[in-house]
């Protein structure tokens, strides 16, 4: 009982530290897909936590089912030779994400803390690498222990600002802010889940032999749900502030100063840990597609892919979001595609 309730915590940890990275505690992505919509952003919230809950309990049932290693083997049951072209794809986007990560760890110190990027880069390499080199235990366990506080505090934040806040009604029925993501709030929801579900299906997959399939669902429902509702808080934190929050670039670090100025330093230091979490996502599902039984070459895979993106880092860190990111949504949206008709073709076997 004991084993099984720690498993459970810890792959919600890992859902949530895969998804919850610097856009999503910065609040642009919130702001974005979310905010952007006045208050039928909160239904874009709802479909959004429904998706999730959703697409984490079909990971983890399909993994626990196949008893899978790595996504490979999870795409290559879902959509079989054509699971090949996805899995390149995917690989490079972790790749890619791995990159943007180093990169946004050297701009959020220098931005935030005056550091020099080369000291907020390395420290993000050394700490992705440290966690790397004990195993997938390790990668679970550094979730457990980072994950809880970040969201703490940005449902804190939240929480605050809602306590002391009203919303402006008249400014957001006017919504002076024409949404860029997509025209309507359903399909921004849409899109944002399929935008964030690659690392994701790329961590979670990699737990198909350490837990029991009741387990596994629990957990990924209990993970998509805890997402839709930091989500949603976040959402209606920022209508207290329409549409004048849309003249901040890190909305979140706007909205904790209204409460204190002393947590802008804090809470960059929580950008910065989102950022540490997601690398770790990251290099995690591009090391278990490689070694999927762990072990030396688990390790050897995961220190060499951190070495290998740093020349990623030379980069200007928002291009690299511009030019990623997107390639990011659209192979989102075929595996959202697939894995919410999964049961329709699959009907339960395993193989």
């Known amino acids: 009982m004991n084993k099984n309730f720690d498993m459970f915590i810890k792959i919600i940890t890992l859902y949530i530290g895969a998804v919850i990275g610097a856009g999503f505690a910065s609040g ?41 290693n790595n996504y490979q083997q999870l795409l290559q049951h879902m959509i079989g030779p054509a699971g ?3 899995d390149v794809l ?45 195993g997938v235990e390790r990668v679970l366990s550094a979730n457990l222990l980072l994950v809880p506080i970040k969201l703490m505090v ?24 024409e949404p860029k993501v997509a ?25 198909g032999r350490m837990v029991t399939m009741g387990t596994g ?10 997402l839709g509702v930091t989500i949603a808080l976040v959402t209606l934190a920022g209508l207290m502030f329409y549409p004048d929050i849309f003249n901040y670039p890190v909305p979140m670090l706007f909205m904790a100063e209204t409460i204190a100025p002393v947590l802008k330093t804090v809470f960059a230091l929580l950008i910065w840990l989102a950022i540490i979490t997601t690398a770790i996502a990251n290099a995690h599902g591009i090391a278990s597609r490689a070694a999927p039984h762990g072990g030396r070459r688990y390790k050897a895979v995961g220190l060499s892919v951190c070495l290998a993106v740093l020349p990623l880092t030379i980069l200007d860190f928002p291009r690299l979001v511009q030019t990623i ?18 049961p329709l073709y699959k009907r339960g076997k395993f193989i």
């Open 28 to 68: 642009q992505e919130i702001l974005q897909f979310f905010i952007s919509y006045g208050y039928q952003g909160l239904f874009g919230a709802a479909v959004a936590t429904v998706f999730f809950a959703y697409l984490g309990m079909m990971i983890m049932y399909l993994s626990t089912g196949l008893q899978t």
């Open 84 to 86: 090949k072209l996805i």
């Open 90 to 134: 995917s690989l490079m986007m972790l790749v890619g994400g791995l990159g943007v990560m180093f990169a946004g760890s050297g701009a959020v110190l220098y931005q935030y803390l005056a550091l020099p990027k080369y000291l907020g880069i390395t420290l993000a390499l050394i700490i992705t690498c440290l966690v790397l080199w004990g």
């Open 154 to 177: 940005v449902v804190f934040i939240a929480l605050m600002v809602i306590k002391n806040g009203e919303i402006n009604f008249p400014a957001i029925e006017y919504r002076a802010i």
């Open 183 to 207: 025209k309507h709030w359903l399909w921004a929801g849409i899109l944002y889940v399929s935008y964030n579900l690659v690392v994701p299906l790329a961590a979670l997959s990699s737990l």
């Open 217 to 226: 669902i629990m957990a990924g429902i209990s993970g998509g749900v805890l």
């Open 325 to 342: 990111y997107p390639l990011f949504g659209y192979a989102g949206l075929i595996l959202t595609f697939t894995l919410l008709t999964a």
